[in-house]
């Protein structure tokens, strides 16, 4: 069964820097895809960037950009030019594509909550 | 693009009272899930549906959890009875069928259940 583990229950960082969450998974499979999602105080959960495992480079989306280190099993996302609005818990996840007799269920870490000083 | 819709947003029962929450995925989305998210932690697969069959219920308390996706679109989620412990949040998430589009779950704004 694949695991996600963020080991960073709570972070904080000032308005306008840089900062790093982490996320490592563990799973047998070679094909896969991993996301971040954003979780603000209103509940609703917020994609912010996938990556297939396939695809060595990097995903990026505007301030947000991930470290996939697939042999260390890896995922680690980076928000730069922080803003308040980043505010929010933000949770790793792991998804393997639907094979015969099998399900894309989406399991997910049990998050990182991270807040954004001005 | 209509996101997928929750309701109710709150609700608070007695235990061993029965609750339902409904669900409407985003139109043409094949998959929808059930996710149960106990605060502090990370959301937690109750049961998925691929159209209105059924593809993985194995983390749902069949005793008292039950679910069903009458022609594939609507879902509702039922508990009878509720415990304490079933106090969470309880988030429905679509995606479109395997192979179409990017891989990718919306998300609903979830049903905050409080068990007293």
């Known amino acids: 069964a694949q695991t996600v583990t963020q080991s960073q229950p709570e972070m904080s960082v000032q308005e306008a820097e840089t900062v790093t969450l982490s996320c490592t998974y563990d799973?047998?499979?070679?094909?896969?895809?991993l996301f971040w999602y954003k979780q603000p105080p209103s509940r609703q959960m917020i994609l912010v960037i996938r990556?297939?495992?396939?695809?060595?480079q990097n995903a990026t989306e505007n301030r947000f950009s991930v470290n996939f280190q697939k042999a260390a099993k890896s995922f680690s996302l980076k928000i730069s030019d922080s803003q308040l609005g980043d505010t929010a818990m933000y949770f790793c996840?792991?998804?393997?594509?639907?094979?015969?007799?099998?399900?894309?269920?989406?399991?997910f870490g049990k998050g990182t909550k991270l807040t954004v000083n001005p | 693009e209509a996101g997928v819709a929750q309701s109710p947003r709150y609700k608070i029962i007695e235990k061993r009272q029965s609750v339902a929450f409904w669900c409407n995925p985003i139109?043409?989305?094949?998959?929808l899930y059930w996710y149960q998210q106990i605060l502090g932690q990370g959301p937690k697969l109750l049961i998925q549906f691929q159209n209105n069959g059924v593809v993985d219920d194995s983390q749902l308390p069949k005793d008292r959890f039950s679910a069903e996706r009458l022609k594939g679109v609507d879902s509702t989620l039922k508990i009878q009875p509720a415990k304490l412990e079933d106090s969470a949040v309880y988030l429905c998430a679509s995606s479109l069928p395997p192979g179409q589009g990017k891989t990718e779950a919306f998300f609903g704004q979830g049903t905050r259940l409080t068990v007293v």
């Open positions: 139109s043409g989305h094949a998959t």
């Open positions: 799973t047998s499979e070679n094909n896969y895809y």
């Open positions: 996840a792991f998804m393997k594509p639907i094979t015969q007799g099998g399900s894309e269920k989406l399991v």
């Open positions: 990556q297939e495992a396939y695809k060595q």
